[in-house]
């Protein structure tokens, strides 16, 4: 079973910051905490990934709480390519996916 | 340089038949992993091959099996299909493990008639 909570989905006008939380409350110490989003008719693609400190690429941002048992993708700007299901995953030795959030963005 | 490929992109077969799919990693890639995507069950991991050797497998039934070359090119196999297996196949590589970031190759979609 997945070991993450995500919301099924959320809506975010286009331009704006958006904020997709994950609650990861059986988190591990060696587990880090990999977000990955699947555009439509395509594979999955790498976010970002993290461990304890936040995180920033060109994509995205991502804040990890303080007891790491939740952690937040920040989309600093969301265009309409941003539209997929975004997916927070522990890793250990192997990804479990969960369903993932919806992320729809308004035009 | 070149991304994950997998053949075939389409794959027709009946009920009781077998099939074989191809994943060619990212050059330098020794780590391959494969995925079951279907509308009710989402991403589910199968396993995966590192330098030749399955290193984690997932909850599937034995007529799910693989394996990984010394190229690190691998195939995956399912014995006496059934409609329950018509999904989309992925196949992702990274440098060393699951741990690392993995690319997606752009899946075979299977259909089981």
Redesign the interface.
Known sequence: DAKTTQPNSMESNEEEPVHLPCNHSTISGTD?IHW?RQLPS?????VI?GLTSNVNNRMASLAIAEDRKSSTLILHRATLRDAAVY?CIL??????????TRLHILP | KAG?TQTPRYLIKTRGQQVTLSCSPISGHRSV?W?QQTPGQ????LF?YFSETQ??K?NFPGRFSGRQFSNSRSEMNVSTLELGDSALY?C?SSLE???N???????TRLTVL
């Not at chain 1, 890793?91 to 993932?100: M, P, R």
């Not at chain 2, 970031?101 to 899946?107: A, H, S, T, Y």
């Open positions: 880090y990955y395509q594979g999955p693609e790498y990934h997916y890793n250990d030795d192997k990804i479990i996916f969960g369903k993932g | 994950v992993s995925y989402g991403l589910q991991f995966e290193r984690n997932g992925l992702a493990g699951a741990h970031e993995q690319f997606f190759g752009p899946g």
